[in-house]
């Protein structure tokens, strides 16, 4: 196989054949492909695209780069959830653990932080002691445990997608939908999962600007999912603004801890782990309704069952007792910075985006697969879209540890925020619902 050959004919727009697809992921992986022939490779994507065949076959290529886990110690339906990134969700710190109270095993490989998006991995190991890098027999031991378990990926699962997931990073090629799919399904079948709760974030906060592409991706992974004997749903939701009220690492966990411990929080963050919840638990065969289903996850919320799982995964995956009731102590920023109004009026916008890169200048994400994180890092607003202000209001708090002040990252949220004389019209959470028969508005996702 002559690379640059391949290369060239993706240029042109050609569909590359599926043994040669599978030869090429193969030898990135082994390291026969060097990473800069890749890059081409992907952007040559990028710009012309994969046809379904192709992209099925980058998916099973990607499945067979490694080792598929069976996870037949761990009793019942294993429904896992993912997002394909946007700044303040925080949602898997929140579900999983209420699902798995719920008695539905939750298997979850998750991610690092990618771009301006925020990562789960990240998250967690800002809780002191808490260890993601589990190999394959502790990932299966803790799920059998305590009925969730919180992974990273291994070296032997998926390694065409850890290569090509960091390589797509700092090239500027992750809105790739094909490869999107089959990024996230190639871990999800090889880690062991049933059926996929899907989270498709729409906006300039995620990787998907339009509702069309969102929708498009979406019924890829239904479709592909299906294909590979996974059930899988899709919310779609809005990411224009940060979900919750915060965003970061130590920040984001302080909130989901709060959550879970009283059952209350944001409005907009809690409708949407609900419904995610509610999902995995129809999928998992708790409810028969998405409706029950609902009614089922808010229970389990509430009754604090959800923060009592969330720190019996804690102290399973390395954590000692005390140090989820106790994690506000941990946490001690170096610096903070308050941003303020400059002027009276509403929050017509805070661009998710510009948080989400400000929080990559200050250290809570990374410009490079080597960067270190500062699991201190974070900002906390006062004020959401919507909200009234007065001049001299505080709008948010930053913090962070690593470094000296960034003057960028400040400059860059405080430009996130857009001041209006008048109110901005509501803009709704949930976009649309797609499941194997089709994309519908999300008030009909009622089975």
């Not at 993601?132 to 502790?138: H, M, N, S, T």
């Not at 592909?224 to 009220?245: C, K, N, Q, Y």
């Amino acid at each position: 196989m002559l690379v640059v050959e391949l290369i060239a004919r993706k240029q042109r727009g050609e569909a590359l054949a599926s043994g040669e697809i599978s030869e090429l992921v193969q030898g990135f992986t082994r390291g026969g492909v060097p990473d800069y022939q890749m890059a081409a490779m992907l952007m040559a994507i990028y710009f012309r695209g994969l046809t379904e065949d192709e992209g099925r076959q980058f998916l099973k290529a990607m499945i067979e780069s490694g080792r598929r886990l069976t996870l037949d110690s761990v009793w019942g339906v294993k429904v896992d959830k993912h997002s394909t990134g946007g700044v303040g969700d925080k949602t898997s710190l929140i579900v999983a653990p209420v699902v798995a109270a719920a008695g539905v095993p939750v298997p979850m490989i998750s991610g690092r932080g990618l771009g301006h998006t925020g990562g789960t991995l990240d998250k967690l190991e800002s809780i002191p002691g808490f260890r993601v890098g589990l190999d394959d027999e502790e990932f299966e031991r803790v799920l059998s445990q305590t009925g969730c378990a919180f992974g990273a990926q291994t070296a032997e699962l998926v390694p065409a997608d850890r290569k090509l997931y960091a390589l797509r990073d700092v090239t500027s090629t992750v809105s790739i939908p094909p490869l999107i799919a089959a990024s996230i399904l190639s871990k999800k079948i090889a880690e062991g999962t049933n059926a996929l709760v899907m989270d498709v974030k729409v906006g300039e906060g995620g990787f998907l600007r339009s509702e069309a592409e969102a929708q498009e991706l979406a019924q890829t992974l239904v479709r592909w999912s299906a294909s590979e004997g996974v059930r899988t749903i899709v919310f779609g939701t809005d990411m224009e603004s940060p979900l919750g009220r915060a965003a970061g690492n130590a920040p984001e966990v302080i909130e989901c801890f709060d959550i879970l411990r009283s059952g209350s929080g944001d409005p907009r963050l809690l409708d949407l782990c609900r419904a995610l919840g509610a999902g995995m638990l129809l999928l998992g065969g708790k409810a028969a309704t998405m409706s029950g289903a609902a009614e089922l996850f808010d229970r389990t919320l509430n009754s604090g069952a959800g923060y009592a799982k969330m720190k019996e995964i804690a102290e399973a995956q390395g954590s000692q007792a005390g140090v989820v009731d106790n994690y506000t102590d941990f946490w001690q920023p170096r610096h903070r910075h308050e941003i303020r109004a400059e002027q009276d009026g509403f929050i017509a916008e805070v661009h998710a985006r510009e948080v989400g890169v400000a929080l990559v200048d200050l250290g809570a994400g990374r410009r490079t697969a080597e960067d270190p994180v500062d699991h201190d890092a974070g900002v906390v607003f006062d004020k959401q879209v919507g909200e009234t202000v007065r001049r001299g209001d505080r709008l948010a708090t930053v913090y962070w540890s690593n470094g000296t002040t960034s003057a960028s990252g400040l400059q860059r949220l405080a430009r996130a925020f857009v001041i209006s004389a008048a109110p901005p019209p509501p803009r709704p959470l949930m976009r649309f619902f797609c499941d194997e028969h089709g994309v519908r508005p999300p008030e009909n996702a009622h089975s």
